[in-house]
């Protein structure tokens, strides 16, 4: 495995991470889940994802039990808060009431007297950036949070995240984690600009296109038991299944054929090159596939392959 700092902190984190969106806690049986944990342990991730709304905890209390037989500090895991966690209108956003109460469950739910990483899981317009950087601080201060993120917060937002700290001495949020892959670049234009001049690195969901990057989406073809089959994310992958996805992926596996890599490992490659991402998070179900995301890491991209790839993706 290979590391990288996140952001400008002294944190190292493996350059290909494991989360548990949309399969611990309910569509991957608990003893597969804890394989494919443990699996991803052994081959030398210290990056492991989670948030409170990911099946109510359920999510949360999965991947830490699985970690729990490893040295704490050998690993790095995270939490969020920000969607709804009940029907009260205080079950949601980023008010100090909701970020405390949910801090306090999410470490109860995993047991743990400290999470590494705190996301604000999106931007809420009904609460203060300062009512919610303050809670935070207050937390890190308490030694309950290590470092403080945002995930898909716009560039106008972090850049009013980082005053607000500035303003009152608060600790500033160190790591983003938005949406990045060959189909969805939107971070490229104003996210990345802005994260690097304050020292904040990406962590980046869905890399392989919620598995359209894996080519198993043949023809609109849907597999049974695939992610496009979860009516969770059906809409969003359905939105991707037309021809010029179709042929643009037909296009890329020829070129992964060429340099001899699987297509998921040039997809993750070609995150990798970019030096503002400190980590490509996965979402892999078993153990086979932690095994063949983590080979992206040798997979260097010479500069007329990211050509090609530039090409056809424009």
């Not at 699996?39 to 990056?47: D, P, R």
């Not at 060429?258 to 153990?287: C, F, H, M, Y």
Request: include cysteine; glycine fraction near 6%; hydrophobic fraction near 40%.
């Amino acid at each position: 495995m290979k590391y990288r700092n996140l952001g400008r902190t002294g944190l190292k984190v493996s350059e290909i991470s494991l989360g548990s969106w949309l399969t611990y806690g309910k569509s991957v049986e608990d003893n597969v889940a804890e394989k494919t944990i443990h699996k991803a342990y052994e081959l030398g991730i210290n990056f492991f994802d989670s948030a409170n709304v990911y099946e109510q905890g359920e999510g949360e209390r999965v991947l830490a039990g699985a970690l729990k037989e490893y040295p704490r500090e050998s690993y790095v895991i995270t939490t969020k808060a920000f969607w709804p966690m009940g029907d009260g209108p205080n079950d949601r956003g980023l008010s100090r009431k909701h970020v405390m109460e949910q801090v306090h469950a999410s470490l109860k739910r995993m047991n743990l007297d400290y999470v590494d990483i705190f996301y604000c899981h999106r931007y809420d317009p009904e609460t203060p950036v300062e009512e919610t950087l303050k809670t935070i601080d207050d937390l890190i201060r308490q030694g309950k949070i290590l470092y403080a993120g945002v995930s898909e917060w716009s560039a106008a937002q972090i850049e009013e995240a980082v005053a607000t700290a500035d303003k009152f001495l608060l600790d500033r949020i160190v790591v983003n984690q938005p949406i990045y892959n060959m189909f969805n670049r939107y971070i490229e234009n104003e996210v990345i600009p802005v994260s690097e001049k304050y020292g904040i690195g990406q962590v980046v969901f869905s890399p392989l296109a919620q598995g359209v990057l894996t080519g198993k989406y043949k023809n609109g073809q849907v597999p049974d038991n695939s992610r496009a089959s979860n009516q969770s994310i059906n809409n969003f992958i359905k939105g991707m299944l037309n021809e010029d996805v179709f042929n643009k992926v037909e296009q890329l596996e020829a070129v992964a054929k060429e340099i001899d890599v699987t297509l998921p490992e040039l997809a993750l490659a070609w995150i990798l090159r970019q030096p503002n991402v400190s980590s490509a998070l996965i979402g892999a179900s078993k153990p086979s596939q932690v095994e063949q995301n983590v080979k992206a890491i040798e997979v260097i991209l010479p500069s007329e392959i990211q050509n090609r790839i530039e090409t056809i993706l424009s």
